[in-house]
DNA sequence: GCTTTGATGCACT
DNA sequence: GTGCATCAAAGCG
């Protein structure tokens, strides 16, 4: 397994949102470890006007416009956390939403953050959940996700485009519906069908 | 400074 | 399937 690096995300942000599928997130944080499968993304590039960073750069979404690699991670309403990886260009204000994990490592731990109650499927099942699981927080945004503790490895297996599904994006109310979803087919840990 | 609303998840029917 | 908690940032004046 090898770290993704500054170059694999400094890309095509479409592009990146579907070589993304597979790939494995790992969160070594001081409770233990957490690691999953990336099983659905979703792309939000300049111009779209769903996209955080269309109307200029802010407070909140200032690591979009930094360097590619870097996690955005934001509080969305009142409840949930959210975790992007900034891609593109630097300055170019455009992201990947990570809405969903297959849990890997650390299940227990995972379990324990979502309540016991918490069906295994779902454990890191949409972003709220997934960033509950893995541990992730606010104080996430802008750190680095080419090293330690944060980071996403390449297992070496690509996912075949006949088993990746595109669809429109969750919960969008400004904007087109364009299909810049993308999920595993048949993978039950995807928030939605 | 005041109001609106959202890249959601969960409890409840 | 549907309603709603909950709050920070954005948008407006």
């Known amino acids: 397994m090898r770290i993704l690096e500054e170059d694999f995300y400094r890309r095509d942000t479409v592009q990146v949102a579907r070589e993304l599928l ?3 997130l790992i969160h070594e944080s001081k409770e233990g470890l957490t690691s ?5 993304t979703e792309a939000y590039y300049q111009g779209d006007p769903a ?6 750069r802010t407070k909140r979404n200032a690591v979009m416009f930094g360097p590619a690699g870097i996690a955005y991670v934001y509080f969305v309403y009142g409840k949930h956390h ?10 170019s204000g455009e992201a990947v939403l990570v809405r969903a994990l297959e849990p890997l490592e650390g299940v227990e731990l995972m379990k324990r953050r979502r ?6 499927r779902r454990l890191s099942s949409g972003p709220g959940n997934l960033c509950s699981a893995m541990g992730i927080k606010g104080e996430h945004s802008g750190v680095s996700l080419l090293v330690a503790p944060l980071y996403i490895c390449n297992d070496g297996d690509e996912v075949a485009s006949a088993d990746i599904l595109v669809t429109s994006r969750v919960g969008i109310s400004r904007g087109e519906e364009l299909l810049l979803r993308f ?3 048949n993978n039950p840990y995807v928030s939605r069908r």
Do not use: L, Q, S
């Open 115 to 120: 309540g016991d109650k918490c069906p295994y």
């Open 51 to 56: 996209c955080h960073a269309t109307r200029g």
């Open 22 to 24: 597979g790939k494995i």
């Open 36 to 40: 999953g499968i990336i099983v659905e």
């Open 183 to 185: 999920y595993i087919k």
């Open 82 to 91: 959210c975790f992007n990886v900034v891609t593109g260009e630097e300055g």
